[in-house]
């Protein structure tokens, strides 16, 4: 048994760390001429400021507002518009359904099949479209517009469709809903 010194033991230890790669510090490195400013602490913060209602009115007012902010689907890029968009559902009936109301089918979308959403993008071509389409939302963004849209229902991506109608500039999404089979989905 080989028995080590403290001095060799702390060598033994220099020995078996990796070296450390050369770092070039500040003055190591060559002037270039230009100089490097930093505007981050002259930048000045913007504090929301929260109002306090004195009325009924003021506070309804207030209420409206927070609920308009928070209901504006796609925001985040400053530089692109939000398009509009309807959401429609979509079901196949037959005439047993319709006239003789024997199928298992309601007037309701827990009956329906699809769910067609039409973006009008005015100015944009197809070319310039981008489309992602998960489960639980769809995402649009081309020159113009930006599109980041929840889905009420789950959806199956790969039977869902997508066109373009050009003579109304309109994204037409034809995306199919992913409901559990029950007395009522088939």
């Not at 028995?3 to 060559?30: C, V, Y």
């Amino acid at each position: 048994m080989v028995e080590f010194t403290a001095a060799q033991l702390e060598k033994l230890t220099e020995l078996m760390r990796p070296p450390e790669p050369e770092i070039l510090q500040g003055d190591d490195l060559s002037s270039t001429g230009y100089e490097i400013t930093s505007t981050r602490n002259s930048i000045s913060t913007m504090k929301e400021v929260t109002r306090t209602p004195k009325t009924i009115e003021e506070y309804e007012a207030l209420e409206a507002e927070e609920a308009d902010q928070l209901s504006k689907v796609g925001a985040g890029i400053p530089d692109k518009k939000t398009p509009s968009y309807t959401m429609n559902y979509q079901q196949s009936v037959s005439a047993e359904d319709v006239f003789l109301q024997i199928g298992p089918k309601t007037p309701s979308t827990a009956s329906c099949e699809n769910l067609i959403v039409r973006v009008k993008m005015p100015g944009d071509k197809k070319e310039n479209v981008d489309l992602s389409v998960d489960a639980t939302s769809v995402t649009i963004t081309s020159s113009q517009f930006h599109l980041k849209l929840p889905l009420p229902h789950a959806i199956n991506p790969d039977t869902s469709k997508a066109n373009w109608d050009t003579s109304e500039e309109t994204l037409v999404l034809t995306l199919k809903l992913d409901r559990e089979f029950d007395f009522v989905n088939f």
